[in-house]
């Protein structure tokens, strides 16, 4: 499918292509399914709104580490774009600990909506978004950037979508504030087919630490 630009950030417009389900979708998980979300963490009304306590928006700078303290993540981050099929593509399978920012939109901590992308597991077992799960609104997510500043976000929600009806202008929209998305796959696990749908976390910056 053809790239159309995004009305959010100037970037290729990810809510144009049938994405869902298909990005992170692997076939190599033998062990237990990943953690999924609480009802309890999703939106209570189902509405997103700005957060009025959102720190300052940050100068753009390009993401290279995340750390999320609850779950025991802390990986290293890389620059990931659209496929051949115009698809949000994925970091490494090869590597299981690495996160992946999508670099046609914002950088973290900027305004706007940021997308960070990760594999739920592998061949070779778990991987790094693979508790995403198991959060819980008010959690930190760290994330430190190229300029040696960090931007830190707390969860406001975490969503599970079948994959026929995943909610592209929700995750991917225009923000007013400096918003933050996770995003990897879950929703439950068919043999043959892979994951159902995806994971999705939704945070909002609250402050951060100035680069050196």
Not at 14 to 27: C, S
Not at 105 to 128: E, F, I, K, M
Request: hydrophobic fraction near 40%; charge should be positive; glycine fraction near 16%.
């Amino acid at each position: 499918m053809s790239a159309r630009r995004s009305p959010w950030s100037g970037a290729v417009a990810l809510a144009a292509m049938v994405v869902v389900g298909a990005w992170l979708v692997q076939d190599g998980s033998r062990g237990a399914p990943p953690p999924a979300p609480s009802p309890a963490e999703g939106f209570a009304d189902g509405a997103i709104r700005p957060a009025a306590l959102s720190g300052t928006p940050m100068a753009a700078s390009v993401p290279v580490r995340i750390s999320i303290p609850a779950i025991g993540v802390n990986a290293p981050v890389t620059k990931v774009g659209l496929d051949g099929g115009g698809h949000l593509a994925t970091p490494s399978d090869r590597e299981r600990n690495l996160a992946g920012w999508y670099q046609g939109g914002v950088t973290p901590g900027q305004r706007g909506t940021a997308l960070v992308v990760g594999h739920v597991d592998t061949a070779s077992g778990p991987a790094v978004f693979y508790g995403l799960g198991a959060l819980h609104r008010g959690d930190r997510i760290d994330i430190a950037r190229a300029d040696g500043g960090t931007a830190w976000f707390m969860v406001d929600a975490i969503e599970v979508y079948d994959k026929s009806a995943f909610p592209d202008h929700r995750v991917y929209g225009r923000s007013p504030d400096p918003q933050l998305r996770l995003i990897t796959c879950g929703g439950g696990y068919r043999k043959g087919q892979g994951y159902r749908g995806n994971v999705v976390v939704y945070a909002h910056l609250t402050g951060h630490r100035a680069a050196a």
